[in-house]
């Protein structure tokens, strides 16, 4: 009997990047749900990346009392997980259409390859930044520069990853960021880093592609 033949691993995943430029939040959060909703064990995933008007969104379990005050800033109620967070130009936004069973990614470990992007990113840069324990996102010197929310349906991610790079930090002032009262903030542009919204796009999208890249025997980063 001739000898078993090793199993092929399976293949990578087919993953797009879709640069969609300036869009108003409520539509493109219609279109991540239309999406995920319509896609099958064959769609691709895609990364977005994206830029918002002002706008604050509040997760499925939101507290509206963290909004502490109107500022003219719309207000969207979502179903990703958090509480309440602001977008606006100057930051970049990087929604993840991952089929998690299909990459056998857990929602933890998405999350920790998420920031360990943001991490890496800043890294590059010279910039130390870190994870807080039971508080997702990425902090630099306590404030924090990346926020993340995300949604599973059926196995399969959306929402992502907000990046503050050089943009008008005030409407944080309005908000409990991510729930938590007094949180500092801050951003790429503060930290002394030449980074415009366009470049640090382009460096995230390509460390979040390393992060969901496969290793031969495990998907741990």
């Known amino acids: 009997m001739p000898p078993a033949q090793p199993l092929a691993p399976p293949p990578v995943p087919c993953l797009r990047v879709r640069r969609l430029g300036r869009m108003e939040y409520a539509p493109t959060f219609a279109a991540m749900q239309e999406f995920t909703a319509t896609r099958t064990t064959e769609t691709a995933d895609e990364l977005w990346i994206v830029e918002h008007p002002p706008v604050f969104t509040l997760g499925q379990a939101g507290k509206p009392e963290h909004l502490l005050r109107d500022i003219g800033i719309p207000l969207v109620q979502i179903d990703r997980g958090g509480q309440v967070t602001y977008h606006g130009p100057g930051q970049v936004v990087i929604y993840l259409l991952l089929d998690l069973n299909r990459r ?13 992007a943001v991490i890496d990113l800043l890294a590059a840069h010279g910039v130390t930044a870190e994870r807080h324990a039971n508080a997702p996102g990425v902090y630099v010197a306590g404030a924090k520069i990346a926020a993340l929310g995300l949604r599973i ?9 907000a990046l503050n790079v050089q943009m008008d930090l005030s409407p944080f002032a309005a908000i409990n960021p991510c729930g938590y009262p007094g949180l500092a903030v801050t951003q790429t542009h503060d930290l002394g880093l030449a980074l ?7 460096e995230l999208t390509r460390h ?3 992060q969901l890249q496969p290793t031969d025997d495990t998907h741990h980063g």
Do not use: F, M, N, W
Not at 104 to 116: A, G, M, P, S
Not at 156 to 161: A, I, T
Not at 196 to 202: H, V
């Open 196 to 202: 415009t919204p366009d470049t640090a796009a382009e």
């Open 104 to 116: 056998q990614l857990k929602v933890r470990e998405l999350v920790r390859h998420i920031e360990q």
């Open 153 to 161: 349906r059926r196995g399969c991610s959306y929402h992502g990853v």
């Open 208 to 210: 979040l592609l390393l």
